[in-house]
């Protein structure tokens, strides 16, 4: 029978929804790359071009644009969210926090939500809608 509860039955979306999560950061995540790589959907500013692929910003777009992919589809999940986990804490420590302690100030909050929001689903994993599910990882 149906659970009629919709508390309970809400609470059965989590795991969809984790997915849903994984691939809506994934996507938005992959813009970052697709500027800084490919100019799209707009460039780098202020000029609006791309940056060089041989630098550290060069790396973070290829991980950003690769990772991206991996974790949109689901693949190999938990250590690419490892791994663009460091790469967004890095960023904001290297890039962000210099400028200022807050994120709001320094242009930060992005990178601090992906870097948790990857660690999170490092820990998690995937969820049922990815290619680890299909492959039971």
Request: include cysteine.
């Amino acid at each position: 029978m149906a659970e009629l509860n919709p508390v309970t039955s809400w609470a059965a979306w989590g795991p969809r929804l984790q997915s849903v999560l994984r691939i809506v950061a994934a996507f938005m995540f992959m813009l970052t790359g697709t500027m800084k790589l490919f100019a799209f959907p707009v460039g780098v500013p202020p000029n609006g071009g791309t940056v060089q692929l041989i630098s550290q910003i060069g790396l973070g777009g290829i991980l950003e644009v690769v990772g991206g992919v991996l974790l949109l589809l689901g693949l190999f999940t938990r250590p690419v969210a490892f791994l663009l986990a460091g790469e967004m804490a890095v960023a904001y420590f290297q890039f962000h926090m210099p400028q200022s302690f807050w994120p709001t100030v320094n242009g930060g909050v992005s990178a601090v939500l992906y870097c948790f929001i990857w660690l999170y689903v490092s820990a998690a994993g995937a969820g049922p809608w990815s290619l680890d599910a299909k492959r039971g990882k």
